[in-house]
């Protein structure tokens, strides 16, 4: 298994700003994927973050608005760029280590 | 991934046995029947995966019908800590190079009570 830490846990910003998440994993992995969940929905695929590769993001995602980093094995970092109300989500990590594994999640109110 | 049909909610008594249906009629001969579950305000976690052969686990057993488009997952012996949202999923094992992705549908809300 793996264990994942995101931080912050949560967050409260303004809107226009702009907010990073770290994920860190305890272990080496080469998959790594970022999630969002809005208010009462399921959960929808932002981007997968691969070691040494740009990200590949969803329909509907783009860079300019949630550029990610993943400098190594074990960290990525997705940022919430310009951020609006609408963005107001809980934003999961996830990393495949022979199962896929979910952190806790980063839960982000935008005012 | 093939699409899931999962009930929106279901109650079950603690103690006793959950049985969460779904159905997955256009799954493909190469794709996995996943189910995770999500508690209130934690990440998903994984419960059980299968692709034909029924699986048990410590937490969970699964049945998969012969023609593979339907599975139920069976909580043994529902307790309060088990209400959550459940997901089933369809989709290529983790390691293959293709398919890798987790989508969630709507999954089962399942509310345990005593």
């Known amino acids: 298994s793996a264990v994942i830490s995101q931080k912050p846990s949560r967050d409260i910003c303004q809107r226009g700003t702009s907010l990073t998440i770290q994920c860190q994993v305890d272990?080496?992995?080469?998959?790594m994927f970022w999630y969002r969940q809005q208010p009462g929905q399921s959960l929808t695929l932002i981007a997968t973050?691969?070691?040494?590769?740009?990200?590949?993001?969803e329909s509907g995602f783009v860079i300019d608005k949630f550029p990610i980093s993943r400098p190594n094995l074990t960290f990525s970092t997705l940022t919430v760029s310009n951020m609006s109300p609408e963005d107001s989500s809980i934003y999961l990590c996830?990393?495949?280590?022979?199962?896929?594994?979910f952190g806790p999640g980063t839960r982000l109110t935008v005012t | 991934d093939a699409k899931t049909t999962q009930p929106p909610s279901m109650d079950c008594a603690e103690g006793r046995a959950a049985n969460l249906p779904c159905n997955h009629s256009?799954?493909?001969?190469?794709?996995?029947v996943y189910w995770y579950r999500q508690i209130h305000s934690q990440g998903p976690q994984y419960i059980i995966h299968?692709?034909?052969n029924n699986e048990t686990n410590e937490m969970a057993s699964l049945i998969i019908t012969e023609d593979r488009k339907s599975s139920t997952l069976i909580l043994p012996h529902a307790t309060l800590r088990d209400t959550a949202v459940y997901y089933c999923?369809?989709?290529?094992?983790?390691?293959?190079?293709?398919?890798?992705?987790?989508?969630f549908g709507g999954g089962t809300r399942v509310l345990v009570k005593p």
């Open positions: 996830s990393v495949i280590a022979y199962e896929q594994y």
């Open positions: 272990s080496q992995v080469t998959m």
């Open positions: 973050a691969n070691q040494g590769s740009e990200a590949t993001y």
């Open positions: 256009t799954i493909s001969g190469n794709e996995y």
């Open positions: 299968g692709l034909k």
């Open positions: 999923i369809v989709r290529v094992a983790h390691h293959k190079a293709a398919g890798n992705k987790l989508t």
